[in-house]
């Protein structure tokens, strides 16, 4: 019998406060896009039953910024890559709606900061390592 190929599966949070946006600048440390900036968010445990995807946000979203979302949450746009580590990666991109916290750099992350939209694509112009954000930026720009 083949063997099944494994996927990682990589949710990410796109959450609001407001007209801005929230994201972390990754560890410069970090073996996948370190220095960059990024939504937050991260892979999903291997663990089964119901609501694993929103207990995934939640978490990273209070792991890596200090921060709780609403429970309501969108899925916005879906995307695949490859890992620097060679694994295939679906990930889910959600908008989630910021609840409480301050935000602040924590697990995996040198700062955490909120942007508007024009901010956003304006460190994308100026960092093509975060191009592959531009399309979920447009996405958002729609929806505004």
Do not use: C
């Not at 889910?92 to 694509?121: C, H, M, R």
């Amino acid at each position: 019998m083949e063997e099944m190929p494994l996927h990682v599966v990589l949710v990410s949070a796109i959450i609001k406060k407001e007209d801005k946006y929230l994201l972390g600048l990754r560890a410069s440390n970090d073996d996948q896009a370190g220095g960059t900036w990024s939504f937050i968010g991260g892979k999903v445990d291997f663990e089964t039953g119901h609501g694993i995807i929103e207990s995934t946000l939640a978490r990273e979203a209070e792991e890596e910024a200090g921060v709780k979302i609403k429970d309501s949450i969108q899925l916005l746009t879906t995307s695949g890559f490859i890992r620097s580590s060679g694994h295939h990666v679906v990930s889910l991109t959600f908008l989630a709606e910021y609840l409480s916290g301050k935000a602040q750099p924590l697990d995996g992350q040198d700062e955490v900061k909120w942007f508007t939209l024009n901010e956003i694509k304006g460190l994308i112009h100026n960092d093509s390592r975060i191009t592959y954000l531009l399309p979920t930026v447009e996405l958002l720009e729609t929806r505004q």
